[in-house]
């Protein structure tokens, strides 16, 4: 799995370790495309609570770019309209 070194600083600030990524690249059940050939990757919180994995897994998303085959960034998909647009409610 490929970082760019963005995504290393960001996840290492976030306190997001390389095994935690992996889960949502794993089990992620949401994605969509952003543009700038990148796309949104996610585990939905309904998804996240039968997985079981860790409490915060359903709250964070990562940002990968079919270009590079890279995870640019990774980054906390907050409640409420600021989060929304990182969001697809089932």
Same mark, same amino acid.
């Given at each position: ?6 995504? /290393?600083? =960001?996840?290492?600030? =976030?306190?997001? #370790? +390389? ?9 992620? +059940? ?6 700038? @050939?990148?796309? *949104?990757?996610? !585990?939905? $919180?309904?998804?996240? =609570?039968?997985? @079981?994995? +860790?409490? $915060? *897994?359903?709250r %964070? ?5 079919? +270009? #590079?085959?890279?995870?640019? #960034?990774?980054?906390? !998909?907050h409640?409420?309209? @600021?989060?929304?647009? %990182?969001? /697809? *409610?089932?």
């Amino acid at each position: 799995m490929g970082h760019s070194e963005h995504s /290393k600083r =960001r996840a290492a600030q =976030r306190g997001v #370790t +390389d095994r935690f990524v992996q889960a949502i690249l794993v089990h992620a +059940d949401i994605e969509r495309p952003i543009g700038d @050939n990148c796309r *949104l990757m996610r !585990v939905s $919180r309904r998804r996240s =609570r039968r997985l @079981n994995i +860790d409490d $915060r *897994l359903g709250r %964070y998303a990562l940002i990968w770019s079919d +270009d #590079t085959a890279r995870i640019v #960034t990774v980054m906390p !998909v907050h409640d409420g309209a @600021n989060g929304r647009r %990182y969001r /697809k *409610l089932h």
